[in-house]
Each structure stands twice: as structure tokens, then as C-alpha cells.
């Protein structure tokens, strides 16, 4: 069986960062080993929360691992804290990327034209770095302009400008950069993608709800890490993670009561395992 190592935060209540990437990967049939890099008692949309960072205890666990001859197939990293984060990580990616290990960065820092509360300039400057290791990077269009310095564009842009961001990614340093949250205003929404080493792109839409939810992010990178995890191409991949992130949010949305901070992401598991078949 195939092992991913997922390094992110966990939130023991909402359906976002561990508590989504374990049960996503499994489901893909994948062995989810987790690095937890803080907890919290809920995510940081509910009203109050407990926070306790673990950023002491990373390099002790990589060294434990090590020690023990554990290897990873992937390399996967979500929302990390600080730039000593993306240090440890860094140092993960030397000491557990062999021959055949993807590493998949997230680059989760910024949405909606702004960075998220607690990063500056200097932590772009760090994640950039990150990604420029990475195999496949998943931004959105913010994360994107931050790291390229270029002024956010919300809407009113065309493929050749999607094409000329994508290139620019690629250019930080990694194989593959895929833009999330792409739509040409179509009624479509989706992600668009260039593989630099086969100078080619391509795109994948799906229907566009009226609606948005925290942890969707999460929910297609760990999509995407399970797919290329058992075997499937990043282009399929890509289409996986899209179509059940999509499922995702028609079954909440089906479900009246449904829950303020998280999709029902349980129920639509069995989409995803036909989507893998």
C-alpha cells in the first residue's frame, strides 16, 4: 500500500486540514501518515478556539521516522503556521523525498485578495521557496499573485492570462502548477493546470454552486494527493479532486441542517471511490 505524509494543522472540530486529508486519503485506498503541526479545538472561524503549536516537536518526529526506515510515496503540505514551519519542512522534503516520492504544496496562506491573518511578506518569501520544491503546487489566484508579486485579478480574465500565471509558477521552481478556483464566468468553475517538463496545459470545470465553504480547499488537495497516490495521471487526478469536491457541496446543501463550518464531505465518500475505479 502506498503511504502519503499529510503536515498540517488538525482542528478537533471542523472539517478542514487533518480532519479532512486522513479520511479523504484513505478512502482513496492510501495509507495517510499525519504530522500534525498544531491543534486546535475548532477552526479559526468559530468564535473562540484553543490553540497549542507543535512546531518544537516536528523535527524530533522526522528524525524518529527516519531512524526507523519509514519512506513516503508523497509529500503533501497544507496550511503551515510560520516560516519555521516551512523550514522543518523543507528539511522533511531532503530527508524523505527518494526516487518516485511526489511532493504536493498548498500553499495555503491567502484568499479573496488578502493573506490570512498573521502572515506578512517575509512568509510568502518562505512559501515561495517551499513550492519551488514541490513536484505539483495548488494554488488559488491570490496565493498566486503573492507569490509572483503581481496585483490580484477577482474576475474579467481570459485563458491567456490563467496560461501566462501558470508559466510564471512554474518558473519558482516546480514541475507542475495548478490554479484552483478558476471560471471564465461561464457557469463553470474549475481548476487549470501546466505541466512544465511536457510544455503542455490543460483544464477541468465543473458545475459552479452559489455557494462556498471552508475546507473545500483541503478536501481537493487531498483529493489529488489520493488519486496520484494510486496511480492515477495529475490530469485525471485533477478531475477527480474537482468532481468530488463538487459532490461534496450538493450533498450539504441537499441536507437542510446541515452544519455551518464544513461540508458533508462522509456521505459523499462512495462518489469518490466510482471516481477512482
Same mark, same amino acid.
Request: aromatic share 10%; charged share 20%.
Given at each position: ?69 519509514? %519512506?513516503?510515496? +508523497?509529500?503533501? *503540505?497544507?496550511? !503551515? ?5 516551512? #523550514?522543518?519542512? =523543507? ?78 509558477? %512554474?518558473?519558482? +521552481?516546480?514541475? *507542475?502548477?495548478? !490554479? ?5 464566468? #461561464?457557469?463553470? =468553475? ?88
Amino acid at each position: 500500500m502506498k503511504r502519503i505524509i499529510t503536515i498540517q494543522d488538525i482542528s478537533c472540530v471542523g472539517k478542514c486540514s487533518l480532519t479532512v486529508a486522513l479520511p479523504v486519503i484513505s478512502a482513496c485506498g492510501v495509507e495517510a501518515a499525519v504530522l500534525p503541526t498544531a491543534v486546535l479545538s475548532t477552526h479559526t472561524a468559530f468564535n473562540s478556539f484553543t490553540f497549542r503549536d507543535l512546531t518544537c516537536d516536528m523535527q524530533d518526529i522526522f528524525n524518529a521516522w527516519e531512524k526507523e526506515n519509514i %519512506t513516503f510515496d +508523497g509529500i503533501y *503540505t497544507g496550511y !503551515l503556521g510560520s516560516t519555521k514551519q516551512i #523550514d522543518l519542512v =523543507l528539511n522533511a522534503i531532503k530527508m524523505f523525498k527518494k526516487d518516485g516520492t511526489f511532493v504536493l504544496v498548498d500553499p495555503a496562506m491567502a484568499d479573496n485578495g488578502k493573506l490570512y491573518k498573521g502572515f506578512d511578506a517575509n512568509f510568502v518569501k518562505e512559501m515561495t521557496k517551499l513550492c519551488g520544491k514541490a513536484d505539483i503546487i495548488v494554488p488559488n489566484l491570490t496565493e498566486a499573485s503573492f507569490m509572483l508579486d503581481i496585483p490580484y485579478v477577482e474576475k474579467g480574465y481570459n485563458e491567456d492570462y490563467i496560461k501566462q500565471v501558470l508559466v510564471k509558477l %512554474t518558473d519558482l +521552481g516546480c514541475k *507542475t502548477a495548478v !490554479l484552483t478556483g478558476v471560471t471564465f464566468g #461561464d457557469g463553470k =468553475l474549475g481548476v487549470y493546470a501546466y505541466d512544465k517538463v511536457e510544455n503542455r496545459f490543460f483544464s477541468y470545470f465543473n458545475e459552479h454552486l452559489p455557494c462556498a465553504f471552508h475546507g473545500t480547499g483541503d478536501i481537493y488537495a487531498s483529493t489529488v494527493c489520493g488519486a496520484l497516490a494510486k496511480g492515477k495521471s495529475i490530469e485525471k487526478s485533477l478531475q477527480i479532486a474537482v468532481d468530488y469536491t463538487v459532490e461534496t457541496i450538493r450533498q450539504t446543501i441537499k441536507n437542510e441542517n446541515h452544519n455551518w463550518y464544513g461540508v458533508d464531505f462522509e456521505t459523499a465518500i462512495p462518489c469518490l471511490i466510482d471516481l477512482l475505479k
